[in-house]
């Protein structure tokens, strides 16, 4: 088919997390533009299979950018070259013929390396456990129309709550810090009436946690913003620092 | 075995209220006692954890997924369905009930879709409680919009990520359980088999993905929460790692397999691009809110159209058929996915297929565009049409999409009771892995609806009488079955890991998918389904002798994973063949070619095929026994489905 490109890639490869990782090139003929930057892993993975060699390990899983499994480390940028969009959104008329493409997986203590490009983002997980929630059982709660929300606070809200995890903003900073992810959940909650009652311990609960994790800390580069694929906004992080702030100030009260 | 599905007594209204007076309880200081295991962590899945676990009931919670977060009802795009009535246009249970029951076409249970539209207003009550940010007027309270097969706007919706945001919640509510130790989570785990103790499932047997150790888990009672095999097609709107091997491994432990063949083909996907395809994303109904459907109107013009000589903006609206919006004045673009989703087919068929495959129909926005403002529209569906534009490198504001069919929900799942139980006792199913509310056809935004039903209103009180009953006794995990059942397991892991012929797992995957597409898609007749069912019976034998499975059990090992996968689904294609034989009329999705009207739409044969199909294992190569519940209608007409 004409377009298509030939590409080289050079791949980060590691066995498990207990054994030195290092880059293998491969060949990856014949890409169509078409492709997504997984498909076109697809393609080369089925070559390695056929002559019974390891196929590269990935994270993925709904191909359509919401479920925050894929990641991977392309040319040196988080989700490849283009703004706003994850891995598996990026498609290959991105790249052009004779290119060679570097990929990597996230780097971060936090996120040790499984195998190849998939990592443990499990950390995640665990500050989410200490208090991205609201305190409620099922049942027993008000009618949903019974409290009104300013449209403009639930639309704020939701752009917080648009985060997908996948860890970019952690990839993206010099000092691997979470601070855009956790900042993401505690100022959806922290905006909307629901989440009040809680809203400072769990600012608190949540930070003490990702320090606890071994994450960085954040020095305002930015690079977590730009990097988003769901382009949440630094100022989040300004809002969980006013909060964490409050929340250290008034101790007896949080 | 005669089956019981244990619909109580009593006039419709009332049965569920009664039903939960007459279940038994667990006493609060004997729940802690009682170990549930919940396999799968989608809506289904997590709600029922968290749920259970609030209760005070141990709960051990399994996905395949690095994090229960991204169970693919993350991909919901377009609402949940609730009788709320707060828009005032005439909504009520009973017309949720009524829209369901006949969006299915008749082949659901009225005491099951009554209680899932009876409870569909405590869901959304519960979302809002848990900070779930649904869209708002600007008068601060929750916007309802329109779905397919309903003539009220009903449908709660938080931009075009519905299924994102309501999964957060039931996992914000399961990480509140996994702080207070109540549910202990292991991710990147996948179940492998049911272990039965005396006809009773009483633990799973699963893989750790990272190590590949294999382990053993004991519960009082077993929730499979593992979704639809959508995926048996290769190409679906599901994820990549959806699969059906939970399901099937009940199965062939004694949970009945009900109505396979009932697979929901979604009308608004963006069409195929080559043989590389891994997967088709959805482009949500709601779109079909403001999107209007249409083909050129002769196949001249498609021919111009698909080799690019003239482009789609320039059709005058005489030369556009609005196919849909003729056919069906009353519902528009807005008739059920089954309608729409054949009438595509059709128009392709007759050679009016778009974009340079011919295999494609438009959904056009001009005239919303220029009726609220671009603003307005990318406000709506902002990240569906970014979405598209990334996919296919065409801009949706400022052409149509193009748009064709694709797998997307899976009516068919494990035979359940009104409990939710499955033939096999202490095993539950919820969710789509279930078969119960959506008969022949799901109606839009009633996925999520169903999944969050069972798992916060439904399984809470049904377990607790099971588990009342059977006692909390401890678990005896030296029962010979745990062992029996993990050697099993291990046995077939090692006779996939020693196949090395020359066929790459995906390759057999791709010739399933294409067998089932062709003979059991959109349309299937008793020819084509009889060669289906022997090129799968040679695909399987083929498999087993040809296939490449790669590494050891001993590590992460993605080629392990994906041919017990695929071996699974491969025996499952058979049984969806099996099915669609015996049911010679059609229904809803299951369209049979030869049972229709003179118009060409689906003919149901009520005298005959009313009844709900469940298919029991009954050994390795047999054919399956075929069990009949009877479908009763005791409160709506059945009629032929009218959307005119």
Redesign the interface.
């Known amino acids: 088919m004409s377009g298509n490109m030939n590409l080289t890639l050079k791949v980060w490869r590691q066995?498990?997390g207990n054994t030195k990782g290092t880059f293998v090139s491969y060949p990856a003929p014949g890409i169509?533009p078409?492709?997504?930057f997984?498909?076109?892993l697809?393609?080369v993975n089925?070559g390695l299979?056929?002559k019974?060699?390891?196929?590269i390990?990935f994270?993925?899983?709904?191909?359509?950018?919401?479920?925050?499994?894929c990641s991977l480390h392309i040319n040196g940028r988080p989700h490849g070259p283009k703004q706003?969009?994850t891995t598996c959104?990026l498609?290959m008329?991105s790249f052009h013929d004779g290119e060679t493409i570097v990929i990597e997986p996230w780097r971060a203590s936090a996120f040790p390396v499984?195998?190849d490009l998939?990592v443990?983002?499990?950390a995640?997980?665990r500050i989410?456990?200490?208090?991205?929630?609201?305190?409620?059982?099922?049942?027993g709660?008000?009618?949903?129309?019974a409290?009104?929300?300013?449209?403009p606070v639930?639309?704020e809200?939701?752009n917080s709550?648009?985060c997908?995890?996948c860890g970019a903003c952690v990839a993206a900073c010099k000092n691997a810090s979470a601070m855009l992810f956790v900042s993401a959940k505690v100022s959806?909650?922290a905006l909307?009436p629901?989440?009040q009652p809680e809203r400072y311990q769990r600012a608190q609960a949540m930070v003490n946690q990702m320090d606890t994790e071994g994450f960085g800390s954040c020095t305002n580069t930015g690079a977590c913003e730009a990097e988003c694929p769901k382009e949440i906004k630094i100022t989040n992080i300004a809002r969980m620092n006013r909060d964490y702030f409050t929340a250290n100030f008034f101790k007896e009260e949080a | 075995m005669k089956l019981d599905a244990k619909i109580p007594e009593g006039p419709l209204a009332e049965k569920w209220s009664k039903h939960k007076f007459n279940l038994k309880l667990v006493n609060p200081s004997n729940k802690r006692k009682y170990t549930v295991i919940v396999v799968g962590t989608g809506l289904a899945g997590s709600?029922a954890a968290?749920?259970l676990a609030?209760l005070g009931y141990n709960v051990k919670a399994f996905c395949y997924?690095?994090?229960?977060?991204?169970a693919?009802s993350?991909?919901a795009q377009g609402g949940i369905n609730a009788a709320?009535n707060?828009r005032n246009d005439g909504d009520s249970v009973q017309r949720l009930f009524y829209d369901t029951i006949k969006g299915g076409d008749y082949r659901a249970r009225e005491g099951n879709v009554y209680r899932l539209a009876e409870v569909s207003v405590?869901i959304?009550?519960?979302?809002?409680?848990?900070?779930v940010?649904?869209?708002?007027?600007?008068?601060?309270?929750?916007d309802n919009r329109s779905f397919g097969g309903a003539q009220v706007s009903r449908t709660f919706y938080?931009?075009g990520?519905t299924g994102?945001?309501l999964l957060?919640g039931a996992?914000?509510?399961l990480?509140?359980q996994?702080?207070e130790g109540k549910v202990e989570?292991f991710?990147r785990h996948e179940m492998l088999d049911v272990v039965t103790v005396d006809g009773k499932a009483q633990g799973i047997i699963a893989r750790n993905l990272?190590t590949g150790e294999i382990e053993t888990h004991a519960a009082h009672a077993v929730l499979l929460c593992t979704g639809g095999y959508g995926n048996v097609y290769y190409l679906s709107?599901n994820?990549?790692?959806c699969n059906v091997t939970a399901a099937w491994r009940a199965h062939k432990r004694g949970a009945f397999f009900s109505n396979p063949c009932f697979t929901q083909i979604h009308p608004t996907c963006i069409p195929v691009?080559?043989d590389?395809?891994?997967?088709l994303?959805?482009m949500s109904e709601s779109l079909r809110n403001d999107g209007r459907v249409w083909v050129p109107k002769t196949k001249e013009l498609a021919a111009q159209l698909r080799e690019g000589k003239i482009k789609a903006t320039e059709l005058k609206e005489d030369e556009r058929d609005y196919f849909l919006e003729r056919k069906y004045p009353s519902f528009g673009n807005l008739v059920p996915r089954d309608v729409a989703s054949r009438n595509a087919k059709e128009m392709v068929d007759e050679g009016k297929g778009v974009g340079t495959s011919g295999v494609a129909v438009y959904l056009d926005f001009a005239d919303a565009i220029s009726r609220l403002g671009e603003d307005a529209v990318r406000a709506k569906y902002g990240n569906l049409f970014?979405?598209y534009y990334?996919?296919t490198?065409e801009n949706p504001y400022k052409q149509p999409m193009r748009i064709y069919p694709a797998v997307h929900y899976t009516m068919g799942g494990l035979w359940v009771d009104y409990n939710l139980q499955t033939t096999v006792p202490g095993l539950y199913a919820l969710g789509e892995a279930n078969f119960s509310d959506h008969g022949a056809n799901r109606l839009g935004a009633s996925a999520l609806m169903q999944g969050l039903a069972d798992g916060?209103?439904v399984i809470?009180y049904t377990l607790g009488d099971y588990l009342a009953t059977i006692g909390p006794k401890a678990i005896d995990v030296k029962h010979p079955a745990f062992t029996e059942t993990k050697k099993a397991v291990e046995e077939r892991l090692q006779k996939l890991l020693s196949l090395k012929g020359?066929k790459?797992v995906?390759?057999y995957h791709r010739e399933l998918g294409k067998i089932m597409w062709e003979y059991c898609g959109m349309s299937r007749s008793e020819e084509g389904l009889k060669k289906a069912k022997k090129l799968i019976q040679d695909l399987k034998t083929d498999f087993w002798k040809n296939a490449?499975v790669?590494?050891t059990n001993e590590?992460?090992n993605?080629?392990l994973e994906k041919a017990g996968r695929v071996a699974d689904f491969i025996e499952l294609g058979e049984l969806m063949i099996d099915d669609a034989l015996d049911r010679n009329e059609s229904c809803g999705g299951h369209f049979r070619v030869e049972s229709q009207t003179e118009e060409g739409e689906a003919l149901r044969d009520d005298e005959k095929f009313a009844y709900v199909a469940a298919w029991q294992y009954t050994g390795e190569n047999k054919p399956e026994a075929l069990h009949k519940e009877d479908l009763k209608f005791e409160n709506v007409k059945l009629s032929q489905r009218s959307y005119k």
């Not at chain 2, 997924?65 to 991204?70: E, G, H, I, L, M």
């Not at chain 2, 590389?276 to 997967?279: A, I, M, R, V």
Request: net charge negative; hydrophobic share 35%.
């Open positions: 066995p498990n169509s078409d492709m997504s997984l498909e076109m697809d393609v089925e299979v056929k019974g060699e390891d196929p390990h994270d993925h899983d709904c191909r359509e950018g919401i479920c925050g499994m706003a969009i959104q498609h008329r499984i195998k998939a443990d983002r499990s995640f997980d989410q456990h200490a208090g991205g929630f609201v305190s409620v059982n099922t049942g709660v008000p009618d949903a129309n409290i009104a929300i300013p449209k639930a639309d809200a939701f709550a648009t997908i995890g959806q909650l909307l629901q989440g | 709600s968290a749920s609030e997924q690095d994090s229960p977060r991204r693919h993350i991909a709320k707060y405590n959304i009550d519960q979302c809002v409680a848990q900070g940010p649904f869209a708002r007027e600007y008068g601060g309270l929750l938080a931009r990520q994102q945001q957060l996992y914000s509510a990480n509140r996994i702080h989570m991710s990272v709107t994820a990549m790692g691009s080559g590389h395809q891994s997967k994303t959805l970014d979405m990334q996919i490198d916060y209103f809470p020359n790459t995906d390759e490449i790669l590494g590590e992460f993605m080629s």
